[in-house]
C-alpha cells in the first residue's frame, strides 16, 4: 500500500494536467516525486527552496489572481514557522488554498522535535474559516484532497501522516461516521487512530465515532450520539491533547457531560526513539487507550 504521500503526489500531480487554475508551491519537500509535474508544468509547479515563509506568501499571491494554490511541506514548516503568513496572506486577505501537510505529529522521530507538530491543528484553531481534515488512510486523503481541490476558494489544511488504519472509511458527506455503537459512552476517534480506539474498546458497550474531517466540528452527531449513550465523550486525536475539548463543549453546552482528551501530550520527548514508541509514550497504543478509557467511564 502506498503513503499518504505518495498518493498526494501521484493524485496532485494528476490534477496539475486536468486543471489549468491549480498551482503547487513546494519548499524542496517532495520535489524530486513532483519533478515529472514540473516539467510539464514549469509556471504552475514552483520550488522556491527552503524558505517556508515565502511559500506561504507566493500561494497567497497566487491566490489573489484567481488559482487554487497547493502548498505543501512538513507539518512544522507549514503551519507553525510561516503562521504570520498564513494569518495574513490568506485570512486576512480573503483569499483560499489548500496547505497539504506531511510529518503529522512525530511521523520521523529521527527528524528531531524541530520536525514535530502536534500543535498544528490547535494553532489553525486560533484563525477563522479554515477547514480541517485528517485522513486516516490514503483512500482518504485522495478523496479529500480531491474534494479540497475542489472547493472554490475556502481555506482548507489536509493532515497527512505515516500513520494509518487498516482499511479506508467511506467518507460521505465529511460529517462524523458511527462504526460501532453502544451505550456506556461516546468515543471520538480521529484519523489514523482509528483502528488502535476499535482495539481498545473491543467488547466495551460504547459508541465510536470516526472523524476525518474535524474542521468544522461535527456537533450534531456528537449531540446525537449522546442523546442514545451516556454523555461521557473520550476524544482520542492524533495531535495535541484537547486540542477539541472545547468544540465538543459548545456542542454539548445543554448536556451534562464529560470530557476525556486523549493526544499527544505537551511534554518533549527527546529519545526519539520510532513512531510506535512516541504511540506509546503519548499513551494512544490500543493496550493504553483501553486503560484511560475504561478508568474514565467507570
Do not use: C
Not at 446525537?224 to 454539548?252: F, I, Q
Amino acid at each position: 500500500m502506498d503513503t499518504m504521500r505518495e498518493r498526494f503526489i501521484s493524485v496532485t500531480s494528476r490534477l496539475l494536467d486536468e486543471d489549468p487554475r491549480l498551482a503547487l508551491v513546494l519548499a524542496e519537500i517532495s520535489m524530486d516525486g513532483f519533478r515529472p509535474a514540473l516539467e510539464r508544468h514549469p509556471d504552475r509547479v514552483i520550488n522556491v527552496g527552503i524558505r517556508e515563509q515565502l511559500l506561504v506568501g507566493v500561494g497567497g499571491g497566487l491566490a489573489l489572481t484567481g488559482m487554487r494554490p497547493v502548498l505543501h511541506t512538513f507539518a512544522s514548516f507549514l503551519v507553525e514557522r510561516p503562521f504570520e503568513q498564513v494569518k495574513l496572506d490568506f485570512g486576512h486577505q480573503g483569499t483560499g488554498g489548500v496547505l497539504v501537510s506531511a510529518g503529522a505529529s512525530y511521523d520521523w522521530p529521527a527528524g528531531g522535535f524541530t520536525h514535530m507538530a502536534p500543535g498544528d491543528v490547535a494553532l489553525l484553531d486560533t484563525l477563522d474559516g479554515w477547514t480541517v481534515h485528517v485522513p486516516g488512510h490514503p483512500d482518504e486523503a485522495e478523496a479529500l484532497l480531491r474534494h479540497a481541490y475542489a472547493a472554490g476558494d475556502d481555506r482548507v489544511y489536509v493532515r497527512l501522516s505515516q500513520q494509518s488504519n487498516a482499511a479506508p472509511r467511506p467518507l460521505g458527506d465529511l460529517s462524523f461516521q458511527t462504526v460501532r455503537e453502544g451505550r456506556a459512552g461516546v468515543v471520538v476517534a480521529v484519523g489514523p487512530l482509528l483502528d488502535n480506539v476499535l482495539a481498545a474498546t473491543e467488547g466495551l458497550d460504547v459508541t465510536v465515532l470516526y472523524a476525518a474531517t474535524v474542521r468544522p466540528f461535527d456537533g450534531a452527531a456528537l449531540r446525537a450520539a449522546t442523546g442514545r449513550a451516556a454523555a461521557d465523550v473520550v476524544l482520542v486525536e492524533p495531535y495535541l491533547a484537547g486540542t477539541s475539548a472545547a468544540a465538543a463543549g459548545r456542542a454539548l453546552a445543554e448536556v451534562p457531560h464529560r470530557v476525556l482528551a486523549l493526544g499527544v501530550g505537551r511534554a518533549e520527548l527527546r529519545r526519539y526513539g520510532t513512531l510506535d514508541e512516541h504511540t506509546a509514550a503519548h499513551g494512544l497504543d490500543a493496550g493504553s487507550l483501553r486503560q484511560r478509557i475504561t478508568a474514565f467511564l467507570r
